[in-house]
């Protein structure tokens, strides 16, 4: 079983990636770090907080991450595709019990876990990034390792022609993360674009009852894929971003990897876009400088094991 750190702005694809992990007999998801993103922090942490709860896991903590990006800039936030609270129809109830933290109990997390443990960012980059610049590379790096869902490799963005929404968000934060962080797998929108969710199976899981996030899940579903259907015309369900991402911690062997060294474009005009060096060249880096770019992966293997996920029961002692 995988012990993950997650930091994510749930946000309707980060809701449901945290509904995979806690249905997920894999995963043990230590906590959760909330930050600003598809919503603010503080929504963020109240839907977290909201899932957990619905999950009967209160007692995972929920550690209030970055409120805005490292260039203090006003932050813009897409109610468009996930809601005005970031769950689309759906408000969270207001009182509810939840176990919010600092943010250095996050720092107690990475030290206490240290090689077991598991990165994974679906959102900005800034609590990690600030991670790094407040506890060191050296104790960060000590984690077994990181995976970000964000970034596009020769391939359209989706917040500008060339940027992903997370690696656009605080491109300050990214570079930081790639330039001090060893062992990085990146998801980029290569592979989630095609992470493919359909309505028809989203009535199968919601028509599956075996958990409590079977009468969440439409709504919040069918939301996001009415702002897809905005966004992307054509296309039949949306993308799982952040799922895929998990998806991927626990079955690294259906993808298709490159190595290369990733770093992010702060200027202006190009602002969030990947870089990475794909000529061939006599020289080789050494691997350990080198960030795992996912480029492609088993879609039938990803959406039987979605299926299989979010059609199971809670298993609360995992
Ligand atoms: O570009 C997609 C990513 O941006 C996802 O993580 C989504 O939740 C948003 O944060
Ligand atoms: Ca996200």
Same mark, same amino acid.
């Given at each position: #079983?995988?012990?993950?750190?997650?930091? /994510?702005?749930?946000? !309707?694809?980060?809701? %449901?990636? %945290?509904?995979?992990?806690?249905?997920?007999?894999? $995963?043990?998801?230590?906590?959760?770090?909330?930050?600003?993103?598809?919503?603010?922090?503080?929504?963020?942490?109240?839907?977290?907080?909201?899932?957990?709860q @619905?999950? /009967?896991?209160?007692?995972?903590?929920i550690?209030?991450?970055?409120k805005?990006?490292?260039?203090?800039?006003?932050?813009?936030?897409?109610?468009?595709?996930? /809601?005005?609270?970031?769950?689309?129809?759906?408000?969270?109830?207001?009182?509810?019990?939840?176990?919010v933290?600092?943010?250095?109990?996050?720092?107690?997390? !990475?030290?206490?876990?240290?090689?077991?443990?598991t990165?994974?960012?679906?959102?900005?980059?800034?609590?990690?990034?600030?991670?790094y610049?407040? &506890?060191?590379?050296? =104790?960060?790096?000590?984690?077994?390792?990181?995976?970000?869902?964000?970034g596009?490799?020769?391939?359209?963005?989706?917040?500008?022609?060339?940027?992903?929404?997370?690696?656009?968000?605080?491109?300050?934060?990214?570079?930081?993360?790639?330039?001090?962080?060893?062992? =990085?797998? =990146?998801?980029?929108?290569?592979v989630?674009?095609?992470? $493919?969710?359909?309505?028809? #199976? !989203?009535?199968?899981?919601?028509?599956?009852q075996?958990?409590?996030?079977?009468? &969440?899940?439409?709504? =919040?579903?069918?939301?996001?894929?009415?702002?897809?259907?905005?966004? %992307?015309?054509?296309?039949?369900?949306?993308? #799982?971003?952040?799922?895929?991402?998990?998806?991927?911690?626990?079955?690294?062997?259906?993808?298709?990897? !490159?190595?290369?060294?990733?770093?992010?474009?702060?200027?202006?005009?190009?602002?969030?876009?990947? %870089?990475?060096?794909?000529?061939?060249k006599?020289?080789?880096?050494?691997?350990?400088?080198?960030?795992?770019?996912? @480029?492609?992966?088993?879609?039938?293997?990803?959406i039987?094991?979605? #299926?299989? $996920?979010?059609?199971?029961?809670?298993?609360?002692?995992k």
């Amino acid at each position: #079983m995988k012990k993950v750190l997650l930091f /994510g702005d749930p946000g !309707i694809d980060d809701a %449901i990636a %945290i509904i995979y992990a806690l249905l997920n007999p894999e $995963i043990d998801l230590v906590g959760v770090v909330t930050g600003f993103g598809n919503v603010d922090e503080k929504q963020a942490t109240d839907n977290a907080a909201y899932l957990l709860q @619905l999950g /009967g896991r209160p007692d995972i903590p929920i550690i209030r991450g970055a409120k805005g990006p490292f260039s203090g800039e006003i932050v813009t936030y897409y109610p468009e595709i996930h /809601g005005p609270e970031g769950l689309g129809p759906i408000r969270p109830p207001e009182n509810f019990t939840a176990n919010v933290r600092d943010f250095n109990f996050a720092f107690e997390l !990475i030290r206490k876990y240290k090689d077991e443990l598991t990165i994974v960012d679906t959102g900005r980059s800034t609590s990690l990034a600030a991670a790094y610049l407040l &506890l060191g590379e050296d =104790i960060v790096n000590s984690v077994q390792d990181i995976y970000l869902m964000g970034g596009a490799f020769n391939y359209p963005g989706n917040v500008t022609a060339v940027a992903e929404a997370n690696f656009h968000g605080d491109p300050i934060a990214t570079d930081l993360v790639l330039e001090k962080g060893r062992d =990085i797998t =990146i998801i980029p929108l290569n592979v989630t674009n095609h992470s $493919i969710v359909t309505p028809q #199976m !989203i009535d199968v899981i919601s028509a599956q009852q075996q958990n409590p996030f079977s009468t &969440l899940i439409k709504p =919040i579903y069918e939301y996001y894929t009415n702002a897809y259907k905005e966004l %992307i015309p054509g296309l039949n369900g949306s993308p #799982m971003h952040d799922a895929i991402t998990l998806f991927a911690v626990v079955n690294p062997h259906y993808f298709q990897y !490159i190595s290369r060294r990733v770093r992010v474009d702060t200027s202006e005009k190009s602002r969030g876009r990947t %870089i990475a060096d794909f000529r061939v060249k006599p020289d080789a880096e050494p691997l350990v400088t080198l960030d795992r770019i996912a @480029l492609s992966f088993d879609y039938h293997a990803y959406i039987k094991d979605f #299926m299989k $996920i979010m059609t199971s029961s809670l298993t609360h002692n995992k």
